[in-house]
């Protein structure tokens, strides 16, 4: 899988969880938003290996 992470592109080859992928990356479901092939997916979501995968920083407030 591509990943793309603070203007950084990594390739990965092991397919895996999204909560397993956010936890390799030492992120939180809380901070960042989890983008897979251009959709918006939740932690138990499976990621491929042909997948395409974004991390968008989650930024609020007041």
Same mark, same amino acid.
């Given at each position: $899988?591509? +990943?793309?992470? =603070? /203007?950084?592109?990594?390739?990965? &080859?092991?397919? $895996?969880?999204v909560?397993? *992928? *956010?936890?390799?990356? @030492?992120? @939180? #479901?809380?901070?960042?938003? &989890? !983008?897979? #092939? /251009?959709?918006? &997916?939740?932690? =138990?979501q499976k !990621? /491929?290996?042909? =997948?395409?995968?974004?991390? +968008?920083? &989650? +930024?609020?407030? /007041?």
């Amino acid at each position: $899988m591509r +990943v793309e992470w =603070d /203007g950084r592109a990594l390739e990965l &080859v092991k397919p $895996m969880l999204v909560s397993k *992928l *956010l936890e390799h990356f @030492s992120l @939180s #479901n809380e901070t960042h938003l &989890v !983008i897979v #092939n /251009g959709r918006l &997916v939740t932690e =138990d979501q499976k !990621i /491929g290996k042909d =997948d395409e995968v974004k991390f +968008v920083r &989650v +930024v609020s407030g /007041g």
